[in-house]
């Protein structure tokens, strides 16, 4: 396999078709992930998520997250949801497009955040591999194994977009 970083690029506005309707990933008392949907689009694949965390797991999901405006603070680190994604011969990490938790996820209240990350081609094979974690929060790396079936946009050159 071929490292590849998947780039955060929005997707298409019109013309996708869901192709996996979403599935639990992990689940906790206080922390739940899943696959909300994957949807299909002629030129990617569009892998939506929902994470919610409560308790001290949201605060550490907030520290994470916060604004790093001090640039003398040392400890100034940021984390976020790891998504690594294998395609077909390519298999790397996903930048998230639009990562920013809920409003509602500020404050004493539970954190929710919603990201998608972009994945520029179909796999021919018809699955992918999904390595989710964020370990500061507590969530262990956690695999999947997606099964979407053929493209339904059987004229795409798959792969066109995945090598930029």
Same mark, same amino acid.
């Given at each position: 396999?071929?490292?590849?970083? !998947?780039?955060?690029?929005?997707?298409?506005?019109?013309?996708? $078709? $869901? /192709?996996?309707?979403?599935?639990?990933?992990a689940?906790?008392?206080?922390?739940?992930?899943?696959?909300?949907?994957?949807?299909?689009?002629a030129?990617?694949?569009?892998l939506r998520?929902?994470l919610? /965390?409560?308790? /001290?797991?949201a605060? @550490?999901a907030?520290?994470?997250? %916060?604004?790093?405006?001090?640039?003398g603070?040392?400890?100034?680190? !940021?984390?976020?949801?790891? $998504?690594?994604?294998?395609?077909?011969?390519?298999?790397?990490?996903?930048?998230?497009?639009?990562?920013?938790?809920d409003?509602?996820?500020?404050?004493?209240?539970p954190? %929710?955040?919603?990201?998608?990350? !972009?994945i520029?081609?179909?796999?021919?094979?018809?699955?992918?591999? /999904?390595?989710?974690? !964020?370990?500061?929060?507590?969530?262990?790396?956690?695999? $999947?194994?997606?099964?979407?079936?053929?493209?339904? @946009?059987?004229?795409?050159?798959?792969?066109?977009?995945?090598?930029r």
């Amino acid at each position: 396999m071929r490292r590849h970083r !998947w780039p955060a690029l929005a997707p298409p506005t019109t013309g996708g $078709v $869901v /192709v996996h309707a979403g599935m639990p990933i992990a689940a906790d008392k206080d922390l739940a992930l899943e696959l909300s949907a994957a949807t299909a689009f002629a030129s990617g694949l569009l892998l939506r998520f929902t994470l919610c /965390v409560s308790g /001290v797991r949201a605060d @550490f999901a907030r520290y994470e997250t %916060r604004a790093l405006t001090d640039p003398g603070d040392w400890s100034a680190q !940021w984390s976020y949801l790891a $998504v690594r994604v294998g395609a077909d011969d390519l298999d790397g990490f996903a930048d998230p497009f639009h990562p920013t938790p809920d409003p509602a996820s500020q404050g004493s209240r539970p954190y %929710r955040t919603t990201p998608q990350y !972009w994945i520029g081609t179909y796999p021919t094979t018809g699955s992918l591999t /999904v390595t989710t974690g !964020w370990p500061q929060v507590g969530l262990h790396p956690t695999s $999947v194994t997606l099964t979407l079936g053929p493209s339904p @946009f059987p004229t795409t050159a798959s792969g066109s977009d995945a090598r930029r």
